[in-house]
């Protein structure tokens, strides 16, 4: 079982939709947990990140983290064509030296 | 304007060719990684360094080699060793490794590299 997992896709949605996207992770030392946006061709941008479990949201993103369940989500409202991307979770223990990251979900929104 | 930097962009080796990719960073931060990304596996890291002349293997090593002279820069070459060396090659920085706190990784635009 790999240390986190993540839906491949791609995801195809119509612009405006709510976009949810997912991973699961088995190790329960983890504290920090962040997405990624990653353009094609391009190096992962910081979207989001959270502190153990909870909500934090920002402008049309929303990322939860539900630490019982060993399970995060990041949602996109009122999605763009311009969110057409690849994301990323990420995640570490609290003095752990690097990061964890899953294999990314290709989220496409159509005009 | 502060950031990463890689270069080049598109690199393409010949069998049997080493290669040396460059990352520099102008963020002051201490921790430098290097990553691979294959389609459908996300990132896999190949080397991290923490500090100045000091550096790490990490998941996938075989095949590559850095150095860390200096805290902006942190190249990889890809040796011939390495088997398949064909994929995005990814260079990050974080403030500082180890501590509590987000300490989020910041990265640079990406090296494709192809074996001809």
């Known amino acids: 079982q790999k240390e986190v997992e993540q839906d491949p896709g791609p995801l195809s949605v119509p612009e405006g939709a709510i976009v949810s996207l997912n991973c699961t992770y088995s190790?329960?030392?983890?504290?920090?947990f962040m997405w990624y946006r990653q353009y094609s061709r391009k190096g992962p941008e910081l979207l989001m990140y959270?502190?153990?479990?909870g909500n934090k949201e920002d402008g049309r993103f929303t990322a939860q983290v539900d630490k019982s369940s060993k399970y995060i989500s990041l949602f996109i409202r009122d999605s763009q064509p311009s969110d057409s991307a690849t994301y990323l979770c990420?995640?570490?223990?609290?003095?752990?030296?690097?990061?964890?990251f899953g294999p990314g979900t290709r989220l496409s929104v159509l005009p | 304007d502060g950031g990463i930097t890689q270069s080049p962009k598109y690199l393409f080796r010949k069998e049997g060719q080493n290669v040396t990719l460059s990352c520099e960073q102008n963020?002051?931060?201490?921790?430098m990684y290097w990553y691979r990304q294959d389609p459908g596996q996300g990132l896999r890291l190949i080397y991290y360094?923490?500090?100045?002349?000091?550096?790490q293997k990490g998941d996938i090593a075989e095949g590559y080699s850095v150095s860390r002279e200096k805290k902006e820069s942190f190249p990889l070459t890809v040796t011939s060793a390495q088997k398949n060396p064909t994929a995005f090659y990814l260079c990050?920085?974080?403030?500082?490794?180890?501590?509590?706190?987000?300490?989020?990784?910041?990265f640079g635009p990406g090296t494709r590299l192809t074996v001809l």
């Open positions: 990050a920085s974080s403030i500082r490794p180890g501590l509590a706190g987000y300490n989020e990784q910041f």
């Open positions: 190790n329960s030392a983890f504290q920090y």
């Open positions: 959270t502190y153990s479990s």
């Open positions: 990420a995640m570490r223990n609290n003095y752990g030296q690097n990061f964890v």
């Open positions: 963020l002051n931060h201490d921790a």
């Open positions: 360094s923490q500090i100045v002349n000091d550096f």
